[in-house]
C-alpha cells in the first residue's frame, strides 16, 4: 500500500497531467478552428480584391500572372474559370495544360461561387496532390475567380502556436510536481507529531499530548487522540487501584481462593490456599486434581467451565425455569437458572479428615461482549469444626430423643391409667392433659428420630417403581381421623401410568406430612388437592389448600426445623413435618419448595421425584 504523502504526489501530479491536456488539447482545437476562420475571411477577401481588378482589366491568362506578381502571391494558386467550370487560365507551377485539366464546376467553392456569388471549401486539390484553401467569386456573369492556399503554411502557424502551449503545459507540470512535493512534505512533518505522541500512548506512556496541531482540519483528530490518552490513563489508574485493593483483599482472606483459566488450569492462588495446599502456590498452568487430589472437584471444575446448556440436551436451570413459570414461581426459577449458569457448590472431603466447602463461580457480565472462554474462581470454606459440631448436634438430639421414649410411654401409660380409673372428673381431666402432651411429646420424639436418621444418611434408600397414589392412599388412611375432625378431603389427579423411583414408606411419609399440614390450615368443609405430572426426568407433585397463606418472606423457611408461622398460618405445631419431607425429598434427588399464593390464591407445596420413564431413558 502507498504511503499517504505518496498518494497526496501523486493525486497532485496526476490532476495537473489532466489540467494540463485537456487545456492543450482544447487550446489547440480552439486555435486551429481560430485559423481556418482567419485563413477564410483572409482568402475571400483577396480573392474579392482580385477579381475587382481582373473586370477592370479583362480576364486573360497573362492578366491573370501579372495579377500575382502584383498582389505578391508567390504561395498561392489562382484560377481563371468561365461560367460552366472551364479552366481558362492557372497559375499553379507545374500544373498540366488547362486543356487537359477536367471540369471544376463539380468543386465546391465553385458550386457555391456560381450559386451566391463567392465559397469557400478545404479539401484535397486532385491536381497538385496536397491539402488547399480555396475561395472562389464571380467576377461577372461569364467568370469565376477561384484562389487556393496550400494549408502547410497555415498548419506550421498553428503547430508553432500549440508549440508555445506544449512548452507552458511542461512548465505548469514542473510547478505541480515542485507544489505536490513541498505539499507532502509539509503534510508528513505535520504528521509526524500526531504520529508519535500515538505511538508513545501505545507504548504505555499516556502523560504524552499533542500541543500543537497542524492545521485546523486536524483539530478535531487531535481533540480526540488527547481525550483518548486521558480516557486510558484513568482507565490504567483504575485498574491499577482495583487490582491494588483485589491483591489486598485476597492475601488477607482466611478463605482460600483458586483462580482458574478459560481452560480451567490453575493462573493464581492467595496465601489461605497455598498454606492448605501448598503445591498450589509453585502450580501454575497446572490443573485442580494435580494440586487437590480429589475427582470430585475436577469434574465439578470441568462442568463449570463448560457451557450451561450441551448440544442435544436442555439446561436444567431452562427446565427448572418452564416448571417455575407454569406454576407461577418466576422468580424463583430465574434465581435458580442463574445459579446453575454461574455457580456449583460441593463438600470437599479429604484424606487428612479437613472438610472444605468449595464455590465455583464464573465471571458475569461478560456475555455482551462474546466472551465465553474467561475463567472462573473458586473459594475454599473450611467447615470441619462446623461439621463436627454438627454431628454432635444429630447425635445429641438421636440420644436424647431415644432417652425421651422410655420416660414418655411410661408418662402414657400412667395417664391412661389414671382415666381409667374410677376418680374424681378433675382427677380424670388431669389424665387427658397429662396424655395429650405425652402424645404430642412422643410425636416430637419421633419426628426428630426420623429427622437425625435422614441427616445422617446413613445407609441407602430402597428406591423401586413405586405408584404415587398408593403412597397417597397409606398417607390418607393415616390422616383420615384429622381430616375426618375437619370435614376436610382430598381430591387426587394422578395419571393411572404415574410410576416413580421412590421408597414407597417414605413417599408415604412425605404425603402424609403434607396432607396434615394442609388439613390442619385449610378451611373446614374444603379440599386438599393432590395432582401430579411428567416434566422431562422428573415427576411434578403439588399438594394444594384453600389455607390464608403464607408470607412471601417465610416461603423459603418454612422447610427448616421448628420453624413456625404461627401469626399467618394460625395454629402452632412442632415444626419438623415440613423439615422431614425436605429431607426424604432430597434424599430421593428432588427439590421441594412452597407457592403462596398460586394464581388461584391457593397454598401449594410442589415437589419433585424421579419418573420411571425418565429413568429408563436416561
Same mark, same amino acid.
Do not use: W
Given at each position: 500500500?502507498?504511503?499517504?504523502?505518496?498518494?497526496?504526489?501523486?493525486?497532485?501530479?496526476?490532476? @495537473?497531467?489532466?489540467?494540463?491536456?485537456? #487545456?492543450?488539447?482544447?487550446? /489547440?482545437?480552439?486555435?486551429?478552428?481560430?485559423?481556418?476562420?482567419?485563413?477564410?475571411?483572409?482568402?475571400? /477577401?483577396?480573392?474579392?480584391?482580385?477579381?475587382?481588378?481582373?473586370?477592370?482589366?479583362?480576364?486573360?491568362?497573362?492578366?491573370?500572372?501579372?495579377?500575382?506578381?502584383?498582389?505578391?502571391?508567390?504561395?498561392?494558386?489562382?484560377?481563371?474559370?468561365?461560367?460552366?467550370?472551364?479552366?481558362?487560365?492557372?497559375?499553379?507551377?507545374? @500544373?498540366?495544360?488547362?486543356?487537359?485539366?477536367?471540369?471544376?464546376?463539380?468543386?465546391?467553392?465553385?458550386?457555391?461561387?456560381?450559386?451566391?456569388?463567392?465559397?469557400? *471549401?478545404?479539401?484535397?486539390?486532385?491536381?497538385?496532390?496536397?491539402?488547399?484553401?480555396?475561395?472562389?467569386?464571380? =467576377?461577372?456573369?461569364?467568370?469565376?475567380?477561384?484562389?487556393?492556399?496550400?494549408?502547410?503554411?497555415?498548419?506550421?502557424?498553428?503547430?508553432?502556436?500549440?508549440?508555445?502551449?506544449?512548452?507552458?503545459?511542461?512548465?505548469?507540470?514542473?510547478?505541480?510536481?515542485?507544489?505536490?512535493?513541498?505539499?507532502?512534505?509539509?503534510?508528513?512533518?505535520?504528521?509526524?507529531?500526531?504520529?508519535?505522541?500515538?505511538?508513545?500512548?501505545?507504548?504505555?506512556?499516556?502523560?504524552?499530548?499533542?500541543? /500543537?496541531?497542524?492545521?485546523?482540519?486536524?483539530?478535531?483528530?487531535?481533540? &480526540?487522540?488527547?481525550?483518548?490518552?486521558?480516557?486510558? +490513563?484513568?482507565?490504567?489508574?483504575?485498574?491499577?487501584?482495583?487490582?491494588?485493593?483485589?491483591?489486598? =483483599?485476597?492475601?488477607?482472606?482466611?478463605?482460600?481462593?483458586?483462580?482458574?483459566?478459560?481452560?480451567?488450569?490453575?493462573?493464581?492462588?492467595?496465601?489461605?490456599?497455598?498454606? +492448605?495446599?501448598?503445591?498450589?502456590? !509453585?502450580?501454575?498452568?497446572?490443573?485442580?486434581?494435580?494440586? =487437590?487430589?480429589?475427582?470430585?472437584?475436577?469434574?465439578?471444575?470441568?462442568?463449570?467451565?463448560?457451557?450451561?446448556?450441551?448440544?442435544?440436551?436442555?439446561?436444567? &436451570?431452562?427446565?427448572?425455569?418452564?416448571?417455575?413459570?407454569?406454576?407461577?414461581?418466576?422468580?424463583?426459577?430465574?434465581?435458580?437458572?442463574?445459579?446453575?449458569?454461574?455457580?456449583?457448590?460441593?463438600?470437599?472431603?479429604?484424606?487428612?479428615?479437613?472438610?472444605?466447602?468449595?464455590?465455583?463461580?464464573?465471571?458475569?457480565?461478560?456475555?455482551?461482549?462474546?466472551?465465553?472462554?474467561?475463567?472462573?474462581?473458586?473459594? %475454599?470454606?473450611?467447615?470441619?469444626?462446623?461439621?463436627?459440631?454438627?454431628?454432635?448436634?444429630?447425635? %445429641?438430639?438421636?440420644?436424647?430423643?431415644?432417652?425421651?421414649?422410655?420416660?414418655?410411654? #411410661? =408418662?402414657?401409660?400412667?395417664?391412661?391409667?389414671?382415666?381409667?380409673?374410677?376418680?374424681?372428673?378433675?382427677?380424670?381431666?388431669?389424665?387427658?392433659?397429662?396424655?395429650?402432651?405425652?402424645?404430642?411429646?412422643?410425636?416430637?420424639?419421633?419426628?426428630?428420630?426420623?429427622?437425625?436418621?435422614?441427616?445422617?444418611?446413613?445407609?441407602?434408600?430402597?428406591?423401586?417403581?413405586?405408584?404415587?397414589?398408593?403412597?397417597?392412599?397409606? @398417607?390418607?388412611?393415616?390422616?383420615?381421623?384429622?381430616?375426618?375432625?375437619?370435614?376436610? *378431603?382430598?381430591?387426587?389427579?394422578?395419571?393411572?401410568?404415574?410410576?416413580?423411583?421412590?421408597?414407597?414408606?417414605?413417599?408415604?411419609?412425605?404425603?402424609?406430612?403434607?396432607?396434615?399440614?394442609?388439613?390442619?390450615?385449610?378451611?373446614?368443609?374444603?379440599?386438599?388437592?393432590?395432582?401430579?405430572? +411428567? !416434566?422431562?426426568?422428573?415427576?411434578?407433585?403439588?399438594?394444594?389448600?384453600?389455607?390464608?397463606?403464607?408470607?412471601?418472606?417465610?416461603?423459603?423457611?418454612? %422447610?427448616?426445623? %421448628?420453624?413456625?408461622?404461627?401469626?399467618?398460618?394460625?395454629?402452632?405445631?412442632?415444626?419438623?413435618?415440613? @423439615?422431614?419431607?425436605?429431607?426424604?425429598?432430597?434424599?430421593?434427588?428432588?427439590?421441594?419448595?412452597?407457592?403462596?399464593?398460586?394464581?388461584?390464591?391457593?397454598?401449594?407445596?410442589?415437589?419433585?421425584?424421579? !419418573?420411571?420413564?425418565?429413568?429408563?431413558?436416561?
Amino acid at each position: 500500500m502507498l504511503s499517504f504523502r505518496t498518494r497526496i504526489f501523486c493525486s497532485v501530479l496526476v490532476a @495537473a497531467l489532466i489540467a494540463s491536456g485537456i #487545456a492543450v488539447y482544447y487550446g /489547440r482545437s480552439s486555435f486551429e478552428q481560430s485559423q481556418v476562420d482567419t485563413a477564410r475571411e483572409r482568402l475571400l /477577401r483577396e480573392t474579392t480584391l482580385a477579381a475587382a481588378i481582373i473586370d477592370k482589366i479583362g480576364p486573360s491568362p497573362t492578366g491573370l500572372r501579372d495579377l500575382a506578381i502584383i498582389l505578391r502571391m508567390p504561395q498561392e494558386r489562382l484560377s481563371l474559370l468561365d461560367d460552366s467550370g472551364n479552366v481558362l487560365a492557372d497559375t499553379a507551377p507545374g @500544373a498540366q495544360p488547362v486543356s487537359k485539366l477536367d471540369n471544376h464546376a463539380d468543386r465546391p467553392e465553385v458550386r457555391a461561387a456560381m450559386k451566391d456569388g463567392q465559397g469557400f *471549401s478545404i479539401r484535397s486539390s486532385g491536381t497538385l496532390g496536397t491539402d488547399m484553401a480555396y475561395a472562389s467569386v464571380r =467576377i461577372n456573369n461569364n467568370y469565376l475567380l477561384r484562389i487556393a492556399l496550400p494549408l502547410a503554411s497555415l498548419q506550421q502557424e498553428i503547430e508553432s502556436r500549440v508549440a508555445v502551449f506544449t512548452r507552458i503545459a511542461i512548465v505548469t507540470l514542473l510547478l505541480s510536481l515542485i507544489l505536490a512535493g513541498l505539499l507532502s512534505g509539509a503534510l508528513r512533518n505535520s504528521l509526524a507529531q500526531m504520529v508519535s505522541v500515538v505511538e508513545a500512548i501505545s507504548l504505555g506512556n499516556f502523560q504524552r499530548r499533542l500541543r /500543537r496541531i497542524p492545521g485546523k482540519e486536524f483539530a478535531p483528530l487531535a481533540e &480526540a487522540v488527547n481525550r483518548m490518552a486521558e480516557n486510558i +490513563e484513568d482507565h490504567v489508574r483504575t485498574a491499577a487501584e482495583q487490582t491494588a485493593q483485589l491483591e489486598s =483483599i485476597l492475601e488477607t482472606m482466611s478463605d482460600g481462593v483458586l483462580v482458574l483459566g478459560p481452560h480451567g488450569r490453575i493462573r493464581r492462588c492467595n496465601r489461605a490456599l497455598a498454606r +492448605e495446599f501448598p503445591a498450589a502456590a !509453585s502450580a501454575l498452568g497446572a490443573q485442580v486434581v494435580e494440586v =487437590i487430589p480429589s475427582p470430585q472437584l475436577q469434574a465439578a471444575v470441568d462442568a463449570a467451565m463448560a457451557p450451561c446448556t450441551a448440544p442435544g440436551q436442555k439446561d436444567v &436451570a431452562a427446565v427448572d425455569q418452564a416448571e417455575a413459570q407454569a406454576e407461577g414461581d418466576t422468580l424463583a426459577a430465574s434465581e435458580e437458572a442463574a445459579v446453575c449458569r454461574q455457580q456449583r457448590y460441593l463438600q470437599l472431603e479429604l484424606s487428612s479428615g479437613q472438610v472444605m466447602s468449595v464455590c465455583i463461580s464464573r465471571p458475569t457480565g461478560l456475555e455482551h461482549l462474546g466472551q465465553t472462554g474467561i475463567g472462573a474462581v473458586a473459594v %475454599f470454606h473450611d467447615i470441619t469444626e462446623l461439621m463436627r459440631l454438627e454431628r454432635v448436634r444429630r447425635d %445429641f438430639v438421636a440420644n436424647v430423643s431415644h432417652e425421651l421414649r422410655t420416660p414418655l410411654t #411410661a =408418662i402414657q401409660g400412667y395417664a391412661e391409667t389414671l382415666i381409667s380409673l374410677d376418680a374424681s372428673p378433675e382427677c380424670r381431666r388431669f389424665g387427658e392433659i397429662i396424655l395429650k402432651h405425652g402424645v404430642s411429646l412422643s410425636r416430637m420424639v419421633d419426628d426428630l428420630l426420623t429427622l437425625a436418621r435422614l441427616e445422617g444418611k446413613t445407609g441407602s434408600l430402597d428406591l423401586s417403581p413405586v405408584d404415587p397414589r398408593e403412597a397417597v392412599s397409606q @398417607a390418607v388412611g393415616m390422616c383420615r381421623e384429622a381430616l375426618e375432625r375437619r370435614k376436610c *378431603s382430598v381430591v387426587v389427579d394422578i395419571p393411572e401410568t404415574c410410576r416413580v423411583r421412590a421408597s414407597l414408606p417414605h413417599l408415604a411419609q412425605v404425603f402424609r406430612n403434607l396432607i396434615e399440614n394442609a388439613g390442619r390450615y385449610a378451611p373446614e368443609g374444603s379440599s386438599v388437592r393432590i395432582s401430579a405430572r +411428567e !416434566s422431562g426426568t422428573d415427576v411434578v407433585i403439588r399438594v394444594v389448600d384453600d389455607g390464608p397463606g403464607i408470607p412471601k418472606a417465610d416461603l423459603e423457611r418454612v %422447610f427448616e426445623r %421448628f420453624y413456625q408461622v404461627e401469626r399467618h398460618r394460625g395454629q402452632a405445631t412442632t415444626g419438623l413435618g415440613l @423439615a422431614i419431607c425436605k429431607h426424604i425429598v432430597e434424599r430421593h434427588g428432588g427439590r421441594i419448595r412452597a407457592e403462596s399464593p398460586t394464581q388461584d390464591g391457593s397454598t401449594a407445596l410442589v415437589f419433585t421425584i424421579s !419418573s420411571v420413564h425418565g429413568a429408563a431413558l436416561s
